[in-house]
């Protein structure tokens, strides 16, 4: 997340581990980085909070299982939309090996 900052409009799933918020919140966000959170279980509304009009990429966040309530998102539908739409995506897979992962 480094990184982006401040290039990139950061799409957090809506129950991502509060700390990663957090320092978005107070460390990233005065450098200019963006963020929102978004139900990365609905690909509707991720298409469309990728194709919102802003003047930053995206960067999408996912965690999957997510921290703390464990929820799945589909990582490969996601990473399509993203892509498609010039963005990059970062997956936080610490609770569940890629092996397993959906």
């Known amino acids: 997340i480094l990184q ?18 957090y320092v978005l919140e107070k460390v990233f966000q005065p450098w200019g980085m963006t963020w929102e959170s978004v139900d990365m279980r609905d690909l509707k509304t991720v298409n469309a909070a990728l194709h919102a009009p802003r003047d930053k990429a995206c960067l999408v966040w996912l965690e999957s299982p997510s921290n703390p309530l464990l929820r799945l998102c589909d990582i490969a539908a996601i990473a399509k939309l993203t892509h ?11 609770w569940l090996s890629p092996v397993v992962d959906p």
């Open 4 to 21: 982006a900052a401040p290039q990139y409009h950061v799409l957090l799933a809506s129950d991502v581990y509060y700390r990663l918020r």
């Open 84 to 94: 498609a739409a010039g963005g990059i995506v970062c997956v936080d897979s610490s």
